[in-house]
């Protein structure tokens, strides 16, 4: 039996325009990726992809971390490196 609209959470309904009004953020994608200088670690890679993913950094660090430990750490230290290198810092 499928659930009708008014059988669904009022806040997650579909509005007319096609917008849920719980809408989650989307990145601005615009925005270049930078690496972070106020939220830094080591070199403010992590940083600079949470701010770039509107995420939280710290949530962002045990993120990379636990899929850095899962991969056996060798990926995850490698792409660290590569994005160190490649991505330019913040102005």
Do not use: C, H, N
């Not at 659930?3 to 989307?26: F, H, N, V, W, Y």
């Not at 949470?50 to 750490?73: E, F, N």
């Amino acid at each position: 039996m499928s659930a009708g609209p008014e059988t669904l959470d009022p806040g997650l309904r579909q509005t007319r325009a096609g917008a849920s009004p719980k809408e989650a953020t989307m990145p601005d994608l615009k925005t270049p990726l930078r690496r972070s200088r106020s939220d830094r670690m080591i070199a403010g890679v992590v940083g600079g992809l949470a701010k770039y993913l509107g995420i939280d950094p710290t949530l962002a660090r045990v993120l990379y971390v636990a899929g850095s430990v899962v991969s056996v750490a060798f990926p995850g230290i490698l792409v660290y490196v590569v994005l160190w290198v490649i991505v330019p810092k913040e102005e």
